[in-house]
């Protein structure tokens, strides 16, 4: 398994690319194995992967919306996610979001005072922005948090749209809310498995929508719906399978796997 073209030559290789510019224009090489990100290192195991699937049930959550990350604007209000993406960066998202929604945002001090607020059911029709530059979810119970919320808001990451937490909130049921879907392959479709939005105009209404309740209806389903696609295209079980295939098919030499993560 390499990133350079070079080093192995001859032998049975993996190629490790990223250049993610063929998903939004959806045309990846054929038999490539097209998975930008996948979790985070410490939850990067089948037991992560089994207790996500296992939360993904949960039809009792008492968070409408949540966002958990590092808003930190040195790393990332990068203007290369800006000009390669044509995306608001993640820093931008959080003043935003924080302007529009005012009084519907709920900024725990701590992982404590989180589920006491979700315990006492005041989170139902709130915005939860959690910055880990005031505190971080415990690893051990951050897939235990993602299945207390219907919906995920995935703010993109540094220089590349993907992040771990894309991919562990969708496997836990969570409906994302996202700008970056044309970078998503298979796409993801709109109102049927994700919420899109173009722009801040756009994300207010999206949002504003769902406080009033208007989607409500058709949780349940989108939630299934990312489910399965997690599970057909971005689980754990899905790469082992592709690599395997790659491994046992002596008519292939090279497999190309299209990720993110050089810069």
Same mark, same amino acid.
């Given at each position: 398994?390499?990133?350079?073209?070079?080093?192995?030559?001859?032998?049975?290789?993996?190629?490790?690319?990223?250049?993610?510019?063929?998903?939004?224009?959806?045309?990846?090489?054929?038999?490539?194995?097209?998975?930008?990100?996948?979790?985070?290192?410490?939850?990067?195991?089948?037991?992560?992967?089994? @207790?996500? @699937? /296992?939360?993904?049930?949960?039809?009792? /959550? *008492?968070?409408?919306?949540?966002?958990?990350?590092?808003?930190?604007?040195?790393?990332?209000? !990068?203007? %290369?996610?800006?000009?390669?993406?044509?995306?608001?960066?993640?820093?931008?998202?959080?003043?935003?979001?924080?302007?529009?929604?005012?009084?519907?945002?709920?900024?725990?001090?701590?992982?404590?005072?989180?589920?006491?607020? &979700?315990?006492?059911? @005041? %989170?139902?029709?709130?915005?939860?922005?959690?910055? +880990?530059?005031?505190?971080?979810?415990?690893?051990?119970?951050?897939?235990? +948090?993602?299945?207390?919320?219907?919906?995920?808001?995935?703010?993109?990451?540094?220089?590349? *749209?993907? =992040?771990?937490?894309?991919?562990?909130?969708? #496997? =836990?049921?969570?409906? *994302?809310?996202?700008?970056?879907?044309?970078?998503?392959?298979?796409?993801? &479709?709109? #109102?049927?498995?994700?919420?899109?939005?173009?722009?801040?105009?756009?994300?207010?209404?999206?949002?504003?929508?769902?406080?009033?309740? &208007?989607?409500?209806?058709?949780?349940?389903?989108?939630?299934? !719906?990312?489910?399965?696609?997690?599970?057909?295209? %971005?689980?754990?079980?899905? =790469?082992?399978?592709?690599?395997?295939?790659?491994?046992?098919? *002596?008519?292939?030499?090279?497999? +190309?796997?299209?990720?993110?993560?050089? @810069?």
């Amino acid at each position: 398994m390499t990133d350079s073209p070079n080093k192995g030559v001859g032998q049975k290789r993996i190629i490790l690319s990223y250049d993610t510019k063929s998903l939004f224009e959806g045309n990846p090489d054929q038999g490539a194995l097209v998975l930008p990100i996948m979790f985070n290192p410490s939850l990067l195991n089948p037991a992560g992967y089994a @207790e996500a @699937e /296992r939360l993904s049930a949960n039809t009792e /959550r *008492p968070i409408k919306i949540i966002f958990a990350g590092n808003c930190d604007p040195k790393a990332y209000d !990068a203007k %290369l996610l800006v000009d390669r993406y044509g995306l608001l960066s993640r820093h931008r998202l959080h003043m935003a979001v924080k302007q529009m929604f005012g009084d519907a945002i709920f900024v725990p001090s701590s992982f404590e005072h989180l589920l006491e607020a &979700a315990r006492s059911g @005041e %989170l139902r029709d709130r915005f939860v922005w959690i910055d +880990t530059s005031q505190f971080s979810v415990p690893m051990s119970a951050w897939l235990e +948090t993602l299945s207390m919320s219907q919906y995920f808001f995935c703010a993109p990451g540094v220089a590349y *749209p993907y =992040c771990h937490n894309f991919n562990e909130s969708i #496997a =836990c049921g969570c409906v *994302p809310i996202l700008q970056y879907d044309k970078w998503i392959f298979p796409r993801l &479709a709109h #109102a049927a498995n994700c919420f899109a939005f173009d722009g801040l105009d756009d994300l207010c209404e999206l949002v504003n929508g769902i406080f009033s309740g &208007a989607h409500d209806a058709r949780w349940s389903e989108m939630s299934r !719906a990312i489910v399965g696609y997690h599970q057909t295209h %971005l689980s754990f079980a899905f =790469c082992m399978s592709q690599i395997q295939a790659f491994i046992d098919d *002596p008519g292939r030499q090279e497999m +190309t796997w299209i990720m993110a993560g050089k @810069e």
